[in-house]
């Protein structure tokens, strides 16, 4: 017979415990709020490098010529009036340096490519800037850049050239460094009333930026924009999701156990969600859907483990012979307590390895879901068993003595003790 332990005693302090982090986590709510992602509130995401221009692109000619960056190479296309449709592809591999891709880029009638930058400066990971046409003219020159570590451009710098007071309608700036020292970008965040459009957010963003480090040094990666309406709407949903996989928790825990077993396993949901809101809160984590993702995922999870548990605790009822119900539940978390160990250890391999190899998004999901999975595991102990204990102190086993003869215990087995 596995060993006994006593979990009934730390009901009542666990209870207590997670009331003082419950009361943390709401207190950090009403003053410092949730670190909402573009997801949830109206706004703009843009991120941004700051490099020299490797070379400028201009064209003269009848045809239409446009230009495309992929990892391994440059695209030309070439169509329209008084030209072949084609495409010329120009590798990093065969033209190393900017120099030789200038010369290269310059084979085509009509096209001319200046070097800006060193001739010898790495072609390898050249970008463009999205927010400009990539078809080719006479007048404006297309600019191609290309990485370098600058230690003048850190995230202070950024911050500081583009303050929050000086772009129109929007409340606040933050701004995060991604990628490698190698290959440098930075995530620029402004929060935006609810008159405020793309275009202003994005002019002020980046007119700011020019303003600073010169408007030839400049490229726009990527620009994600959310109005206000979808925002407020994704937010109901995202609530109403939730509510609505509790409910059907509630029902599922309702039918096949008692009504006081699924109400304890949806007070342990309820504490698991408000454990991570409170992490999230105080570390100022970003919630996006990814992170709303892992919210659910925990739910999942710790559904799972309460039911085996509340599975264990439903068969002993008919099995040890007790009058007090707390032997019952102790007996059910003995017996189960290796497997939710190792059940909530082996899944944190998964998720600390997320939290130590990646970045951005992912890495949030994993903060997550690390705090969500040891909350999890301590909630189907400790929680919801709890409740169920503090429901069933006045419980008699007469309803059940007609149902299964008690067990009688194995030789040399010592007999469960009631307290």
């Not at 997670?18 to 207190?27: H, T």
């Not at 994005?202 to 990527?222: E, M, P, Q, R, Y």
């Not at 925990?298 to 068969?315: H, K, M, P, Q, W």
């Not at 059940?400 to 307290?419: D, F, I, L, Q, T």
Request: hydrophobic share 45%; proline share 2%; aromatic share 8%.
């Amino acid at each position: 017979m596995k060993k006994l332990y006593k979990f009934s005693k730390a009901f009542f302090g666990c209870a207590i415990l997670s009331a003082i982090l419950i009361v943390f986590g709401l207190v950090g709510l009403f003053t410092r709020g949730i670190n909402f992602g573009i997801d949830f509130k109206p706004g703009l995401i843009e991120e941004v490098r700051i490099a020299p221009t490797a070379i400028e692109l201009t064209y003269k000619g009848t045809a239409t010529v446009s230009v495309d960056t992929t990892a391994t190479g440059l695209d030309v296309i070439i169509s329209g009036t008084g030209a072949e449709n084609e495409t010329r592809t120009f590798s990093f591999g065969q033209n190393p340096t900017v120099g030789q891709l200038a010369q290269s880029l310059n084979s085509i009638d009509g096209l001319t490519a200046t070097a800006v930058s060193s001739m010898e400066a790495d072609s390898y990971g050249i970008y463009t800037d999205s927010s400009v046409s990539s078809r080719l003219n006479s007048d404006v020159p297309y600019r191609l850049y290309v990485p370098v570590v600058s230690s003048e451009v850190t995230v202070e710098t950024i911050r500081e050239a583009i303050p929050a007071d000086s772009i129109a309608a929007a409340d606040q700036v933050q701004v995060k460094e991604l990628g490698t020292a190698s290959n440098r970008s930075y995530q620029v965040r402004a929060g935006a009333a609810a008159d405020t459009t793309n275009e202003q957010l994005i002019s002020a963003i980046t007119s700011a930026l020019k303003n600073k480090f010169g408007k030839d040094n400049v490229a726009i990666v990527k620009t994600d924009f959310v109005g206000s309406q979808f925002s407020r709407s994704l937010v109901g949903k995202s609530i109403l999701l939730v509510a609505a996989t509790m409910m059907l928790i509630w029902l599922y825990a309702t039918v096949r156990f008692h009504w006081d077993f699924a109400l304890g396993a949806i007070i342990a949901l309820v504490h698991d969600s408000l454990i991570m809101i409170t992490f999230v809160t105080w570390t100022q984590t970003e919630f996006s859907t990814t992170t709303l993702a892992a919210v659910l995922t925990i739910i999942g999870y710790s559904i799972n483990a309460t039911v085996v548990i509340l599975d264990r605790v439903r068969e002993n009822i008919k099995l040890v012979n007790t009058k007090c119900f707390n032997d019952i539940l102790n007996r059910a978390l003995s017996d189960t307590l290796t497997r939710s160990i190792i059940t909530t250890v082996t899944t944190l391999f998964a998720s600390i390895s997320l939290l130590v190899f990646t970045t951005g998004s992912i890495n949030d999901f994993a903060k997550v879901l690390t705090v969500g999975l040891i909350s999890g595991c301590y909630s189907s102990l400790f929680i919801s068993s709890g409740f169920i204990s503090l429901m069933r102190r006045h419980w008699e086993p007469g309803e059940y003595a007609n149902h299964v003869r008690p067990r009688k215990p194995a030789a040399g087995a010592v007999p469960v003790e009631s307290r």
